[in-house]
Every structure is written in C-alpha cells, then in structure tokens.
C-alpha cells in the first residue's frame, strides 16, 4: 500500500511563494506518474501539474503556466510543486496522487489515479 504524506502548504500574501513537497511511502515510485491537483471550496477537483516518472515530461494547467514548477527526485521517492507569484485564486486544498498510466493521461484524474494524498491546504491571501 502507497501512502503519500504532503507538506509544505500555509497561508501566503498575493505575489508570494511555497513549495509543496509529497513524500511517498511503501513502494518505489520510480517507474511512476506523479502529480498535483487542486480543489476550491464549492469546487470540483482540477488538474494543476503532471510529471513522468523519470522527469521527462511535464504538463501544467494553463493559468499555472510561468509560475509553478513540478519536479520529482526519486531518490527519494518525492514530488515537489514550487509555486511563484502566488495569486488569491490559487486557494485550494492541493493533493498530490500516483498513477501507473502516464503523465499526459492522470491530468484527466478518476481512473487514472492510483493513489492520493490527504491534502494540504494552501491560501493566498490579497
């Protein structure tokens, strides 16, 4: 059983940074997708940033495009997402998740989506 413990989040004024880590424990997710979605009070879960398992590629939500950085170090067995220029609609609880898939196709979450993590909330304040 996977367990993805994520830390990093808080709360941060409009134009600041954070960088969320997600440590993954009980396999080696080397051979992995990685990646980060985010959801908004009365929101549906979104898409934000994908990475493949040997850093390759990487796939951004168009409104994070220039400002978030995705990054994986399989050492140790962690996914990084850098967050510059922090906006107030950023808000969310962001949760990092695992698939066997690929990058490309976890953006679209549901079947994809092996495993999540519990979440960490991020708020931007203006």
């Known amino acids: 059983q996977v367990q993805l413990v994520e830390s990093g989040g808080g709360l941060v004024q409009t134009g600041g940074s954070l960088r969320l880590s997600c440590a993954a424990s009980?396999?080696?997710?080397?051979?992995?997708?990685m990646g980060w979605f985010r959801q908004a009070p009365g929101k549906e879960r979104e898409f934000v940033a994908t990475?493949?398992?040997?850093?390759?590629?990487?796939y951004y939500q168009d409104s994070v495009k220039g400002r978030f950085t995705i990054s994986r170090d399989n050492a140790k067995n962690t996914v990084y997402l850098q967050m510059n220029s922090l906006k107030p609609e950023d808000t969310a609880v962001y949760y990092c998740?695992?698939?066997?898939?690929?990058?490309?196709?976890?953006?679209?979450?549901?079947?994809?989506?092996?495993?999540w993590g519990q979440g960490t909330q991020v708020t931007v304040s203006s």
């Open positions: 990475i493949s398992w040997n850093g390759g590629s990487t």
């Open positions: 009980g396999r080696t997710l080397s051979t992995y997708a």
């Open positions: 998740a695992v698939s066997d898939t690929s990058a490309r196709a976890m953006r679209a979450m549901g079947g994809a989506i092996d495993y």
